[in-house]
């Protein structure tokens, strides 16, 4: 059963001690749910709490979710072109529509892979949510080959992410790619 105690982090953890840490509590929060919505709402609040014990100064900590995993009724997609709408997040409000291919996110979405972004001002057609925001990574979630979700965090300095990061967050993904309904 989810807790507030899976946000709970010790003190002086080293980051890899964080990042397993944080697995391992989605890997219970999700446990015997298997809703996106329910599972990445949780999702966000956890990677929120797990940027407040790193030293990185996160803003922006979620998910954007392929448009065709909406209700019928919800998507607001009418051309042939791949959508991400908004999903569950911590953070300012935020972009609601980014086309596969777009920005950072967008772009990670269509090559389906990882995007680490030094320097989000030197990015070819960056879209600023988030106006303090100067380092990003995206992660997108695969199921059978495809983009169904993707992981965003913002960070208000430049070159906020490592590899560190990456290896994670990419491990994240796989865990709600398998523990999802998509």
Not at 57 to 78: C, E
Not at 130 to 138: G, L, P, W
């Amino acid at each position: 059963m989810p807790h507030a105690d899976s946000s709970y982090f010790a003190p002086g953890l080293s980051k890899d001690e964080v990042y397993t840490q944080m697995i391992e509590q989605t890997r219970g929060l999700i446990y015997g749910q298997r809703n996106w919505d329910s599972n990445l709402s949780n999702t966000a609040s956890l990677l929120w709490h797990t940027y407040a014990v790193l030293p990185a100064n996160i803003n922006w900590a979620g998910f954007y979710i392929r448009d065709d995993k909406f209700p019928p009724s919800s998507s607001q997609n009418t051309s042939s072109d791949r959508v991400l709408l908004l999903g569950p997040f911590q953070g300012k409000p935020a972009c609601q529509l980014i086309h596969f291919g777009r920005g950072v996110c967008g772009t990670a979405a269509a090559k389906k892979e990882t995007v680490v972004v030094d320097d989000v001002m030197a990015f070819p057609g960056h879209i600023a949510c988030d106006a303090e925001s100067r380092s990003e990574v995206v992660v997108p979630v695969l199921v059978g080959g495809e983009t169904v979700a993707i992981i965003d965090i913002d960070c208000t300095e430049v070159k906020g992410f490592d590899e560190v990061d990456r290896k994670y967050l990419e491990e994240l993904a796989g865990v709600l790619a398998e523990g999802c309904d998509w």
